[in-house]
């Protein structure tokens, strides 16, 4: 005790002649006893040493490499009030040296990796300290643990801390931090935008989420800063690969994406890439495809298909209609038809046919002119037009009888609410209710849009008049800037693809309704793994960024 007491009173005389030296420099002695105090079997020596060697540190360059080296032995302690105590020291160094910033902010970031919770804490505040001192070298230093384009990654455990502590840490504070404002969200884009090419669903979705809120990507954004966006969820959905039909995570992947894009085609940036990979790829296959996925594509389809460039709704308006008509059937059989799909499908064709009105005419039949010598007027297209209003004809029959049905089934649910007696019985008997309820939108819609479209020369329906059966109404008071025509997406509504932020998809027309038929059935939801692929990550860093110095 008496060696630890006098060990410790050196330390005090060290750091009270270094504080009263004009000249630092000339006390070199001093520190350099300072740095050996760091390997004093003394705790209470080495936790004050832990606070005199980065204090100094400035006025010794010559002796930098043994300081800190002595410093990260210090943070690696077995104690754990050395460790917290050297930690609460390493901004220092890059004080009056910010030459050294970057550095010490990778030391910090392998520190995220702590277990005891005032550890980790002491570790955050510094890497926030460090990140007001210059936010752009601390954040390009902590990107480099997220993104594995210039070295592999190894340890997902420091990956996947550092990746919350951006998003609980440096996220929330983004107003504060980012300044000035316009370089510093342009400069954090950038690091983003690199770090995507290897994520998962949800961290690709935090990482759009962070984006739109800058104000760089806001309301008053031009539309190449939307574009922007929008070509960053394009190179996330890998449009630019063969598709293959047993690549389950690539199409939902691709459904994903298509639905975090569908808000941005609402701002003006262009789907066109988006559809001509549907119309190219995964048209042609669709009955390739598990039915419980077909379902997110074609609702997601209906939602993106009013923002569609007339050049890309003659593109697509082919398959779009030999989709329609496999799923509108000619007569009545024993197979039960998918109402859902024939929404969705009726919605797109009515918003593809607004903007290409003659692409109808050979396709359905229809005499639309529009002086152009796609009119094809001069050709008969008689059959088309029987065989797709006979069509009509049966889908409109079927909605009218489930609608008959479903309107029963609203009043027995009605009639077993006032009877039910357990809460879990009133519950089931709820949700039936809400299913028959969106059940009846569904039919209603299809009604209100096969209505029009018996004339020889139909008027297309390419407003907001209808809104989508699974989409929140509009009130009519409200200012609506909804994600979809007519409709505001709900918060968890995803359309039946759950790959993004462990969000519940919606379904497959999410209708439960054991009085009507299989159309009507809840579909099982699709969904990623959560990765794409092993991503062989790691800083493969040993003793905690020493090579630096």
Same mark, same amino acid.
């Given at each position: ?30 520190y350099?006893?300072?740095i050996?105090a ?6 209470? %020596?080495?936790?004050?040493a ?19 080296d002595?410093?990260?032995?210090l943070?690696? %302690? ?8 050297a930690?609460?020291g ?20 392998q ?14 505040k ?21 993104e594995?384009?210039?070295e ?7 990956r ?10 440096v ?28 994520v998962?669903?949800a ?12 104000i ?11 574009q ?7 190179a ?11 690549d ?21 940036a ?7 990979y ?23 389809? %209906?939602?993106?298909s009013?923002y ?15 989709l ?9 059989t ?18 593809? %046919? ?32 029987k ?22 089934g609203?009043?027995?649910h ?38 029009p479209?018996?004339s020889k ?14 989409k ?6 409200q200012?609506?800037?909804a994600?979809?025509?007519?409709g ?16 519940k ?8 309704n ?9 579909l099982?939801q ?24």
């Open positions: 005790m008496a060696d630890e007491g006098k060990d410790i009173e050196k330390l005090y005389e060290y750091g009270e002649r270094l504080n009263e030296a004009k000249d630092k420099s000339q006390n070199v002695e001093d350099e006893n300072i050996k760091a390997t004093s079997s003394s705790v209470k %020596a080495r936790q004050l832990a606070q005199l060697i980065p204090r100094f540190f400035k006025f010794f360059p010559d002796l930098s490499v043994s300081a800190v002595a410093h990260l032995d943070c690696e %302690a077995e104690e754990l009030g050395i460790r917290v105590q930690i609460r390493l901004p220092l160094f890059c004080k009056d040296t910010p030459e050294h910033l970057s550095k010490i902010v990778d030391i910090l970031a520190l995220l990796t702590a277990e005891e919770n005032v550890e980790r804490d002491a570790v955050h510094a890497l926030l300290s460090l990140l007001r001192q210059d936010v752009k070298a601390s954040l390009t230093a902590l990107f480099k643990h997220i594995s384009v210039d592999p990654i190894t340890d997902e455990n420091l996947e801390r550092t990746l919350i502590f951006i998003k609980d840490k996220f929330p504070l983004k107003a504060e931090l980012l300044k000035p404002q316009e370089q510093m969200e342009r400069h954090i884009t950038d690091l983003i935008k690199k770090s995507l090419q290897d998962t669903g961290e690709f979705e935090m990482f759009m989420n962070f984006l739109k809120s800058l760089l990507f806001g309301e008053k954004a031009p539309p190449e800063r939307v922007e966006l929008i070509e960053i969820i394009e996330q959905a890998d449009l630019d690969i063969q598709f293959d039909v047993s389950v995570d690539h199409y939902d992947r691709l459904i994903s994406c298509l639905f975090m894009a569908i808000p941005f085609f609402m701002r003006g262009s789907n066109s890439k988006f559809l001509t549907l119309n190219k790829h995964i048209f042609p296959i669709f009955d390739e495809l598990p039915e419980e996925r077909k379902v997110g594509l074609l609702k997601n389809l %209906a939602e993106c009013p569609t460039a007339p050049q890309d709704a003659r593109l697509i308006f082919p398959s779009v209609i030999q329609l008509k496999k799923y509108m059937p000619k007569r009545k024993a197979e039960e038809m998918n109402f859902t799909y024939v929404e969705c499908l009726l919605f797109t064709f009515h918003h593809l %046919a607004s903007k290409a009105p003659n692409a109808s005419n050979s396709l359905c039949g229809y005499k639309i002119v529009t002086g152009q010598p796609s009119d094809r007027l001069g050709e008969d297209f008689t059959e088309q037009y065989d797709f209003t006979e069509r009509l004809n049966c889908v409109e029959e079927l909605a009218k009888a489930a609608n008959k049905k479903l309107t029963q609203m009043a027995e009605s009639k077993a609410m006032s009877t039910a007696k357990s809460d879990e019985e009133k519950a089931n008997i709820k949700t039936q209710k809400q299913n028959a309820t969106t059940g009846l939108r569904t039919c209603n819609n299809i009604l209100a849009m096969t209505q479209l018996h020369s139909p008027s297309f329906i390419g407003d907001k008049r209808i809104n989508l059966s699974w929140e109404a509009v009130k009519p008071s200012h609506t800037t994600t979809s025509a007519g505001k997406r709900s918060a968890n509504d995803n359309n039946g693809s759950n790959t993004y932020a462990n969000k998809g919606r379904g497959g027309g999410g209708m439960q054991q009085l009507f038929n299989r159309a009507f059935e809840n099982p699709g969904g990623r793994s959560g990765s794409r692929g092993g991503r062989g990550r790691g800083r493969g860093r040993q003793g905690r960024g020493r090579d630096y110095w």
